[in-house]
């Protein structure tokens, strides 16, 4: 603990760690020491985290990355992070990210974009997003591991960019409770680690029935570190068609037959799939997400939490909500919101919002049939590109950047578990990572075949 603090104060360039929490920290790395010497001890006793700013955290500035939660200290303690307490982590902080998770390079975040420890002639890359600062913060051993969210890519795309370990897992195996809400069904937490094992670990303790999220499963919580025997012999691994896509890399491309042949030497079959509704995935993301994001922001409304706009004489109840929300929140979210709205209006609700729905579940067909073909796990690049430029893609056009998630959303919409792990290094020298996607409540086994890869 205490030499993840000194790395962080020293490595405040990054502007991974925007709260930092010493004396949080100091207190339960006493306590660890503590319940280690009295022998029994759990999992992750003594084991330095950085904490997404989304999960609430008691007494501790949660924001969500958004001004309009500036000041925001819940009185409570999201459920993932309590059983990280539970099972004797330390918190060291709060980590940068994406204003409310939306995005893809740490960019709308209102404490600034996060800088990758990765670089390529001293030019500043993105570390990706929106888990941004956990990636950064485990690429550069701030901390031992760190927990994401996954709405969309958010834990694959920021670890395949800083070459560590993220998994999203299987919707409903971990608590929402204490999250700040993005978009509701598609919204996972899952950790952010340097290895398979230490995932597999960590995934162990931040899993499990929550009554307090209606959506959680009630399912045991196999031990995921059991799985990793690293024998997949047998094992049929679908490579879909689909997901060539025109223009990729061929660096990509030839990163993916690596993977093929590292899971064929292991003694996988290596099947091609086809997975047809891929190309409506990111359309279908682009309705759901934000339309179920309008709904979950409309809390902020100048009142509950955060932040309130300086009212003018005369001014009166809308006048208080649109000078707070436009204040408070910024450019990607207010777009989002806008056409959150739109898709769910009612003359376009049919149009775009119930279309999106039916694609989303021909989509989750599409792996159903797959899986039940006896397809065991799926294997995909993780992002089309190794990391981009600070800057270069705030463009005047925002698809340029919501094309980043054109292998993870699909796993999101359909509700499966995926993990993405670095495979090798692009000509520039940058980390790039591999997709699998598994079956349901099965994350033992995808971070099985994840292990043959590692
Ligand atoms: N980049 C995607 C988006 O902006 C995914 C974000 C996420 O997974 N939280 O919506």
């Known amino acids: 603990t205490m030499s993840c603090l000194t790395a962080i104060d020293a490595a405040d360039g990054l502007n991974a760690f925007v709260h930092k929490t010493p004396d949080i920290a100091l207190d339960q790395a006493r306590a660890a020491d503590a319940r280690i010497a009295a022998g029994g001890a759990p999992s992750l006793c003594g084991i330095p985290l950085g904490i997404k700013d989304l999960f ?13 939660l500036k000041g925001f200290k819940p009185e409570y303690e999201s459920t993932v992070t309590t059983k990280l307490f539970g099972d004797g982590a330390v918190m060291l ?3 940068n990210m994406d204003e409310f998770a939306m995005g893809s390079s740490n960019e709308s975040a209102c404490y600034g974009p996060v800088v990758s420890p990765w670089k390529v002639d001293s030019r500043q890359l993105t570390p990706g997003g929106s888990s941004g600062g956990s990636a950064a913060a485990v690429a550069a051993d701030l901390c031992l591991a760190a927990t994401g969210t996954d709405t969309g890519g958010s834990i694959r795309q920021p670890a395949a960019f800083t070459g560590i370990v993220g998994i999203k897992p299987t919707y409903g195996r971990v608590s929402r409770w204490g999250i700040v809400a993005f978009a509701s ?24 029935h929550d009554p307090k999220d209606s959506t959680s499963a009630d399912l045991a ?18 490579i879909p068609r689909e997901y060539r896509l025109d223009g990729i890399p061929a660096e990509i491309d030839a990163l993916w037959q690596k993977g093929i042949e590292m899971m064929r030497d292991a003694g996988a079959e290596i099947v091609d799939i086809s997975l047809p509704h891929t190309k409506y995935a990111l359309p279908a993301y682009y309705v759901v997400a934000p339309a179920e994001a309008s709904s979950n ?21 809308t006048e208080m909500y649109e000078k707070t929300r436009a204040e408070g929140f910024g450019a990607e979210v207010q777009r989002r919101v806008m056409v959150g709205t739109y898709v769910l209006s009612a003359g ?10 039916k694609v989303r579940a021909l989509i ?3 792996f159903e049939l797959a899986f039940a073909a006896g397809i065991d796990a799926i294997l995909t690049p993780a992002t089309p590109s190794s990391a981009f430029g600070l800057g270069e893609m705030a463009s005047a056009d925002p698809v340029e950047m919501y094309l980043n998630d054109v292998f993870t959303v699909t796993v999101n919409l359909a509700g499966l578990p995926g993990v993405s ?26 971070l099985n075949h994840a292990y043959v890869l590692e």
Do not use: C
Request: hydrophobic share 40%; aromatic share 8%.
């Open 421 to 446: 792990v670095p495979v090798g290094l692009d000509a520039k020298g940058l980390p790039l990572g591999l997709q699998l996607i598994g079956k349901p409540w099965e994350e033992g086994d995808l």
């Open 297 to 317: 922001l409309a809390r902020y409304d100048g009142v509950r939490y955060g932040h309130r706009a300086t009212l003018a004489q005369g001014d009166g109840i």
């Open 221 to 238: 919580v196999p031990d995921f570190e059991a799985a990793l025997t690293g024998d997949i012999r047998g094992k049929k691994i679908g």
């Open 364 to 366: 989750k067909r599409d």
């Open 56 to 68: 609430a955290t008691k007494g501790v500035p949660t924001q969500a990355a958004s001004n309009i």
């Open 348 to 357: 376009f609700y049919d149009a775009y919002y119930n279309r999106a729905r």
């Open 93 to 95: 902080g709060k980590l």
């Open 185 to 208: 069904s598609l919204d996972q937490a899952g950790p952010m680690t340097k290895s398979v094992r230490d995932a597999a670990i960590f995934l162990g303790s931040m899993a499990g």
